[in-house]
Nanobody, 120 residues
Framework: QVQLTESGGGSVQSGGSLRLSCAAS????????MGWHRQAPGKEREGVAM??????TSYGDSVKGRFTISRDSLNFVSLVMNSLKPEDTAAYYC???????????????WGQGTQVTVSS
């Protein structure tokens, strides 16, 4: 079992920046890729960024060049979000999976989510 605890998030104006962090606990977290997915009201959950055990990263097309994910340790991952847009408004979920996937269906564990709101 893996437990994921998010911190960060909040409200910011368009063009601003925010940082999300996620800490993993449990006895198997070192086996998993970690990262972030998000879900906006009325939309499906989508992959944002994932980091594998070796530090390799992948990003959703809508955030490339603006968001940066870092696997700071085997049990800690952070997401720096720059140049935020109103369409980035969503609940952001820390995610753990065997592979660094953008597909929510392949995620093995989820955090409880943290809200990010970007106003225009």
């Amino acid at each position: 079992q893996v437990q994921l605890t998010e911190s960060g998030g909040g409200s910011v104006q368009s063009g601003g920046s925010l940082r999300l962090s996620c800490a993993a606990s449990g006895n198997t977290y070192s086996r998993y890729c970690m990262g972030w997915h998000r879900q906006a009201p009325g939309k499906e959950r989508e992959g944002v960024a994932m980091a594998d055990i070796g530090g390799g990263t992948s990003y959703g097309d809508s955030v490339k060049g603006r968001f940066t994910i870092s696997r700071d340790s085997l049990n800690f991952v952070s997401l720096v979000m720059n140049s935020l847009k109103p369409e980035d408004t969503a609940a952001y979920y820390c995610a753990a999976a065997y592979v660094a996937t953008m597909s929510p269906a392949s995620i093995n564990y989820w955090g409880q989510g943290t809200q990010v709101t970007v106003s225009s």
